[in-house]
């Protein structure tokens, strides 16, 4: 059995729209035995719209840059939360760092976080929270800042990553985020590999920074649309999901 992991904005779910031809690729590749998960910076509510929207139903969801793994039902089979003490650490130091806001998921919903003039550039989520009531929040798994500089985000996350060291945060577009230290989306795989019993071959594509590691490890793919850096990690570089899944 072959198991296929895919990132999934901007390398199936590309310009807001997923291709009659990547969803019959993926069809197709299940149809015939093998496994299909998505690896995600998003949270689950996020995702299951999309997949209700276009009848998707894979085999498992690596979710929030693999701090959450859930079945093909929704069944939690993984969970690596971020320390209270350093989330709030974390989102004190964002908070300083202007008007954006911060996103906050936990294991059960999300919320966001305010800025100090009481905005936020994160997408409606299940409700907003001034700074003053952060230390309500249990079980975090990601913490989300975004801005439309890409290069602010990376410079944002290596800035984190040198200073808070239980922590990852990863550049992935427009959005830094922040995990436990270690998890990752490779991570992720090798450990939905072991708990499936392993497969006769992984194939994994994705186009960011976040999927970095999981294209390295893997020998995975990516799109001509990504950047060079992604571009030149993996082993292949093909126009989209149905291309790569079509491959042998």
């Known amino acids: 059995m072959k198991c296929a992991v895919s990132d999934f904005d901007r390398t199936l779910y590309v310009d807001s729209s997923i ?6 690729a993926v069809s197709e590749w299940q149809a015939a035995g093998n496994r299909f998960v ?4 998003r949270n689950e509510s996020s995702l299951r719209v ?3 929207k276009y009848s998707l139903k894979p085999d498992a969801l690596i979710l929030n840059n693999g701090a959450l793994i859930l079945d093909e039902a929704g069944k939690e089979l993984f969970c690596r939360t971020i320390d209270d003490q350093t989330a709030r650490e974390v989102l004190l130091f964002l908070h300083g760092l202007g008007d954006e806001g911060s996103g906050v998921s936990m294991r059960r919903g999300k919320v966001n976080v305010l800025s ?4 936020t550039t994160q997408k409606p989520s299940d409700g907003q929270i001034s700074i003053d009531q952060i230390h309500c929040l249990k079980e ?9 500089d890409r290069t602010w985000i990376k410079e944002l996350c290596s800035q984190l990553n040198d200073r808070f060291p239980f922590i990852s945060a990863y550049p992935n577009v427009w959005n830094g985020d922040i995990v436990a230290k270690g998890v990752d989306k490779s991570a992720a795989v090798d450990w939905i590999s072991r708990y499936w019993g392993g497969f006769d071959e992984i ?6 920074a976040n999927d970095m590691n999981m294209i390295k490890d893997y020998g995975g793919a990516t799109l001509h649309s990504a950047d060079p850096d992604i571009q030149a990690a993996a082993a ?3 126009e989209d999901v149905a291309e790569y899944l079509s491959m042998h």
């Open 19 to 24: 291709s009659a031809e990547n969803l019959k």
């Open 236 to 238: 292949i570089v093909v």
């Open 203 to 208: 194939r994994v594509i994705g186009d960011s």
């Open 38 to 41: 998505f690896a995600t910076g």
């Open 50 to 52: 999309l997949l209700e």
């Open 140 to 148: 975090i798994v990601q913490i989300h800042r975004r801005r439309k």
């Open 116 to 119: 100090g003039s009481g905005s």
